[in-house]
Structure formats: structure tokens, C-alpha cells
């Protein structure tokens, strides 16, 4: 069974950086695209960014040229650099993994999901 786990959520002010990290428990195909999504309370689960075999990305709009997403396949891990974050950001993220070679468009395209890390900003 293929496992996500985040790590890296926490506590930031306005402006302030984090960096959020998914490992995969044994491996993962790298065909897979991976993605991070995040949910605010009360609200649906949004896309955040993915992140191809190849390496090709895409960012929602609210977060593009402040996040950057990254894959290690060596480690079977991948990243999320999270900068100038604003207190909309505030969100559980949550790591996924899509289904081999199939696009990451909405949430029936992930086969696994993390459980989440929390991340909080404040004004």
C-alpha cells in the first residue's frame, strides 16, 4: 500500500516562507504526477499545484510565482516552497498522487492522499 506523509506545516506570520515535504512510504511509480492540494475550513479542497514525471508544473492562480513545486524520485519525495504566504493561504495541504499516466485536473484523478499538514498564517 503506497502511503503519504506531510511534514513542514506549522506556524507563519504574513510574508513569511515554509517548506512543506511529502514522502512516500516504499516506492512510488514515477510515472505518477504528484500534487498538493490544500482545504481552508468550511471550504472544498482545492488544487494548489502539480507536478509531472517530467517535471512540467502548473499553479492555481492564487499561488503562482509564490509556491514552487519540486520532485525528488531518488527519495520519492516531493516539495512545496511556500513564499510570501498571506493569511488566505491558511489551509490543512494535503499531498497526492495521481494515476499513471493520467493528468492531475480534480480530485477523481489522485490514488493516494496524504493525511495533511496544517499550516497557519497569520496577519
Known amino acids: 500500500q503506497v502511503q503519504l506523509v506531510e511534514s513542514g506545516g506549522g506556524l507563519v506570520q504574513a510574508g513569511g516562507s515554509l517548506r512543506l515535504s511529502c514522502a512516500a512510504s516504499?516506492?512510488?511509480?514515477?510515472?505518477?504526477?504528484m500534487g498538493w492540494y490544500r482545504q481552508a475550513p468550511g471550504k472544498q479542497r482545492d488544487l494548489v499545484a502539480t507536478?509531472?514525471?517530467?517535471?512540467?508544473?502548473n499553479y492555481a492562480d492564487s499561488v503562482k510565482d509564490r509556491f514552487t513545486i519540486s520532485r525528488d524520485n531518488t527519495k520519492n519525495a516531493v516539495y512545496l516552497q511556500m513564499n510570501n504566504l498571506k493569511p488566505e493561504d491558511t489551509a490543512v495541504y494535503y499531498c497526492?498522487?495521481?494515476?499513471?499516466?493520467?493528468?492531475?485536473?480534480?480530485?477523481?484523478?489522485?490514488?493516494?492522499w496524504g493525511k495533511g499538514t496544517l499550516v497557519t498564517v497569520s496577519s
Open positions: 497526492a498522487a495521481g494515476r499513471l499516466l493520467r493528468p492531475i485536473i480534480t480530485s477523481d484523478d489522485i490514488a493516494y
Open positions: 507536478i509531472t514525471s517530467g517535471g512540467n508544473t
Open positions: 516504499g516506492s512510488i511509480s514515477t510515472l505518477r504526477p
